[in-house]
């Protein structure tokens, strides 16, 4: 505890230094991330394997690939980014000049995920230090072999005295929020949000979570077929396709017409197959299930035999490979834990409705989701999902690619997160807006006492902008 205390002291004597709020600084630390992200990513690629049986080209579309448009994004607007913007002044206050300038908040916390590895601890981190913070990085113990590269290339390419690494489990974790921060950034399981916003009130430290929670895909039924077959690609990408359904803006389940339901698995069976042959476990290009933890929560959600009925595609399961099949189930009970508990991995419920319409009285029954996909043509459906349910984003005729759009803010709402981060939404999650006043010294005296009856009528006036009143009185106010 004494061996981190006086590196945490070192890191607030960086910042109190001035060093880390210099353009020059923060442009050179960007440019570093760059240079480690183009330098370095066959290794990162092949620790992303190693943790998580990521293919390449996986760990280049989501991670490396993400974070090199996401840096260049930073670099191409940190200076408009930085700037004090004006803002107008009610009359009230004449004269006086009002303007808004970013600060860094000082010594942040990031805690990163197993899933995405490099993705969840560059991208906050790139945020953090384009704001102009000292910051201590925490990678997941879960995915050592990229815990382990991050530890080693980060000192090496940035400023150690300004940005540090701490390995570590749970131990570690809690040491590190028995301190005093200025901003904690987790992303991360709903249970361990709970832990580091109890560790953060004791200091009234300001927390974004990015947790997480069930994700529903609608599925309106398309008249055309071509539209189907697009739409069943997309689900299957948006289920699959990141870390094999472990990642908190997968599709959870899908909401689909009762008289749809079968066209829609037997679209997904193809899909599955043409992307994944008849044999998945076999495959190179399918990220694994993280651990036997992960794998035996996955494994018990199809103990149920109730939930084990309504499996349509898949199930089988490999204890010795800690792998499960891509598994489609229809109508599993609503109370079952696969109902209830995020999945995070390669099952997928099909849940049907009478009607399409009812799939947004369904979603508002559940916790608040991180996003929600829908696909249809149906600009009526589209408007009643934006503006009768609450989630942290919406995407239409698509899934997961809202996590790429630097523009977009990423974050959840209710159980889902707080906060939200990404681009300049990065830069203001670790800023704080400090506010400006500037003003001469003319005076009026209707400001103070003693009061009258012209006073009052004056400062009505100004507050409702009743400019020829104000003129009239103001010629007839006396000292």
């Known amino acids: 505890m004494a061996e981190l205390q006086s590196k945490l002291a070192e890191l607030r004597e960086i910042f109190e230094s001035g060093k880390t709020k210099s353009t020059a600084w923060r442009r050179s630390q960007l440019r570093a991330i760059l240079k480690l992200l183009e330098e370095k990513e066959s290794e990162i690629c092949q620790a992303l394997e190693e943790d998580l049986g990521k293919h390449p080209v996986e760990s280049y579309r989501d991670e490396v690939g993400v974070l090199v448009k996401s840096v260049k994004h930073s670099l191409q607007n940190l200076d408009k980014w930085m700037a004090k913007k004006k803002v107008e002044v009610p009359l009230v206050a004449f ?34 230090i384009a704001a102009g913070n000292v910051v201590v990085l925490k990678p997941s113990e879960l995915a050592p072999a990229s815990s382990s590269l991050m530890s080693h290339l980060i000192p090496t390419y940035l400023d150690n005295k300004a940005v540090m690494v701490i390995e570590g489990g749970a131990e570690t974790g809690q040491e590190l929020l028995d301190n005093k921060w200025d901003k904690i950034f987790f992303t991360g399981s709903a249970r361990v949000g ?45 289920k699959w396709g990141p870390c094999y359904g472990q990642a908190c803006i997968a599709i959870d389940y899908v909401l689909v017409e009762d008289n749809f339901a079968s066209t829609l698995v037997d679209f997904l069976r193809q899909t599955i197959k043409k992307f994944y042959g008849d044999n998945p476990k076999e495959l190179k290009n399918i990220a694994k299930i993280a651990n036997k933890q992960c794998y035996m929560r996955l494994k018990d959600f199809l103990q149920d035999p109730n939930v084990a009925a309504s499996i349509v595609h898949g199930g089988s399961v490999d204890d010795e490979k800690l792998f499960i099949e891509p598994t489609i189930l229809l109508n599993p009970p609503l109370d079952a834990n696969i109902m209830t508990e995020e999945i995070f991995g390669p099952l997928l419920p099909i849940i049907t409705v009478k009607k399409i319409q009812d799939s947004i009285k369904f979603i508002n029954s559940r916790p608040k989701p991180l996003a929600i996909y829908v696909f249809t043509k149906d600009e009526h459906l589209k408007d009643r999902v934006i503006n009768e349910t609450s989630s942290g ?51 009026f005296y209707f400001r103070y006492p003693p009061w009258n009856d012209l006073k009052l009528q004056f400062i009505r006036a100004v507050y409702s902008l009743h400019y020829v009143r104000l003129i009239l009185l103001l010629l007839g106010l006396k000292k």
């Open 194 to 238: 709970r832990i580091v916003m109890s560790a953060a009130v004791k200091h009234l430290t300001p927390v974004t979570l990015e947790l997480g929670g069930k994700c529903p895909a609608v599925l309106d039924t398309l008249a055309s077929l071509d539209d189907t077959k697009v739409a069943a690609k997309r689900i299957v990408g948006g």
């Open 393 to 443: 984003s919406v995407t239409f005729n698509d899934a997961i690619i809202q996590f790429a759009i630097d523009t977009l803010p990423f974050g959840g709402v209710g159980q889902s997160g707080i906060g939200r981060y990404h681009g300049k939404f990065t830069f203001d999650t670790f800023s704080h807006e400090k506010a400006i006043l500037r003003r001469n010294f003319t005076d």
């Open 95 to 128: 004269p006086t000049k009002g303007e808004v300038v970013p600060e860094p908040l000082g010594l942040v916390l990031i805690f990163s995920s197993w899933n995405f590895p490099f993705g969840l601890a560059l991208e906050p981190l790139m945020g953090a």
